[in-house]
């Protein structure tokens, strides 16, 4: 399958000439399964991770039938509709259109909230050949009478699982409801999470299905590893890291992971003031200052972006040979999507997990593993290893007690009752901690305290 060339796919020669441009040679699997099936018209339910190149997936076929059909999108109309979970990934998409639609006179555009609507209602009114967008803002759009999808001819679902996951069903079952039955419908989503299967029914018109990976499995070529450490050790960790073996190829780019916006904040003063150039990405941030803050990663100028989970869907970025999971995600399944952020397209990569003595991370941990199906490997040849935590989180031993600390002692389950919320993300005083620990703390440099009291 993998033979295949992009040269034996029936695709025009302005896109062939697009391809050959970015020095794609052979079609990824689901390229070469899901090409040929869409020339001919037919629906698409398809589970593919992140990084199988499953944009080109869609966009190749939708722009060859665009440009052989000759058809004019009408005043307001759209003729083809790619709804995804974020603005990020609408911008990531968008750029796909073009680059493969570089050498074709199509009209595409994007749309989406947390900006002014006036540009975007201003594309729209001459009618668009495609148009990717997210949900919230494309009904706001619908509204007010900007929108027009009574022609759509194709409708895309990139990421079902995020936008279910997200919320956005109902406003996915109105714009949907508002679009010609007789459409093409692709679905995409890197899992078959809940849900994703009911709403596939019920858009769907007997659909090939393709399955690029077994449901849950991380990217083969990622290097995936565990550190066990204590929570307060964790920025000093990081430190250390940064500054080590772990990212001495200084031309690969460090995405760090977060659970809340604060901490993703205050990680990247943390580095800056050791030296390290970092920015972040969240929620909070305007889209200049996100767009701006990914431009300058991926041309190397702040080589470690700190992002939350919402914000960080959809980075496609070439080279990130290192993830750090500072934080567990909440939710087992965007531990795929992050380390997916590396080994894009077949490159090798790098994923680093921290997981720490709360009781959040034991279940978070043993959720993950059970998920990927696979054993995480523990590296252990750090300063901040700790061997209790290790046992904790692989044998269910519980915390000894500690004098002077308040460390859990009769199993996990009471540790918590006792711990005050939000305990995870407080380091704890210099006071208590022991002489070893706080000594390479303090030439860490720890700056910040009180992780963790934002929201996600
Ligand atoms: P995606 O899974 O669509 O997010 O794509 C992941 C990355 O793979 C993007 O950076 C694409 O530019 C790249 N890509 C997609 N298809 C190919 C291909 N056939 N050959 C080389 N790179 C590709």
């Known amino acids: 399958m993998s033979k295949t060339h992009f040269k034996d ?26 090409i040929p099936l869409l020339l001919e018209g037919r629906d698409l339910l398809a589970c593919a991770q992140t990084g199988t190149g499953k944009t080109a997936a869609f966009a ?41 639609g570089k050498h074709l006179d199509l009209k595409i555009a994007m749309i989406y909230g947390g900006v002014s609507q006036t540009p975007q209602t201003k594309e729209l009114y001459f009618g668009l050949d495609i148009l990717v967008a ?47 039955k007789e459409r093409q419908t692709l679905l995409f989503s890197a899992t ?35 550190l066990f ?34 901490d993703a904040r205050l990680i990247a003063t943390h580095l800056n003031r050791d030296g390290i150039r970092s920015d972040t990405i969240h929620g909070d941030r305007t889209q200049a200052a996100r767009e701006d803050a990914l431009r300058r990663f991926k041309l190397g100028e702040t080589p470690v972006l700190v992002a939350t989970d919402v914000a960080a869907r959809g980075i ?9 999971n500072y934080d567990l995600p909440m939710d087992s399944e965007n531990y795929v999507h992050r380390i997916g952020r590396t080994a894009r397209a077949g490159e090798s990569g790098r994923s680093l997990s921290f997981c720490s003595e709360i009781e959040q991370d034991v279940s978070r941990f043993k959720g993950i593993e059970r998920l990927i199906k696979q054993t995480i490997p523990t590296i252990r040849e ?75």
């Open 60 to 100: 190749l076929p939708m722009l060859n039938r665009i440009a052989t059909q000759g058809r004019k999108p009408f005043r307001r109309g759209v003729r083809n509709l790619i709804l995804v979970p974020t603005r990020e990934l609408a911008v990531q998409v968008t750029e796909s259109f073009r680059t493969y």
């Open 229 to 262: 450490v204590r929570l307060r050790d964790k920025p000093a960790l990081l430190l250390d890291l940064l500054h080590s073996q772990y990212f001495e190829k200084k031309e690969e780019l460090c995405l760090i992971f977060t659970r809340t916006k604060r």
């Open 316 to 324: 496609d970025v070439k080279n990130i040979g290192l993830v750090i």
């Open 382 to 456: 750090h300063d901040f290893h700790d061997e209790a935590i290790e046992a904790l989180h692989r044998e269910g031993i519980a915390l000894p007690e500690v004098p002077g600390e308040r460390r859990p002692a009769r199993g996990v389950r009471s540790a918590a009752k006792r711990a005050p919320k939000g305990r995870e993300e407080k380091p704890k005083s210099k006071k208590g901690a022991e002489g070893g620990r706080a000594a390479k703390q303090k030439r860490a440099g720890r700056p910040f305290r009180g992780f963790g009291r934002g929201r996600p």
């Open 192 to 226: 078959m999470a809940k849900g994703v299967g009911k709403l596939a029914e019920g858009l769907l018109n007997d659909p090939e299905r393709i399955r690029i990976d077994p449901e849950g499995t991380t990217a083969e070529k990622i290097d995936q590893s565990v």
């Open 134 to 180: 997210t949900t919230g803002r494309l009904l706001d759009l619908m509204k007010q009478g900007h929108a027009n999808l009574s022609g759509v001819e194709c409708l895309v679902l990139d990421e079902a699982d995020r936008m279910l996951a997200m919320g956005f069903i109902d406003d996915l079952r109105e714009i949907v409801s508002d679009t010609p």
């Open 9 to 34: 796919l029936p695709l025009i020669e302005p896109i062939q000439r697009a391809l050959e441009e970015q020095e794609y040679t052979e079609p990824s699997p689901i390229q070469a399964l899901a």
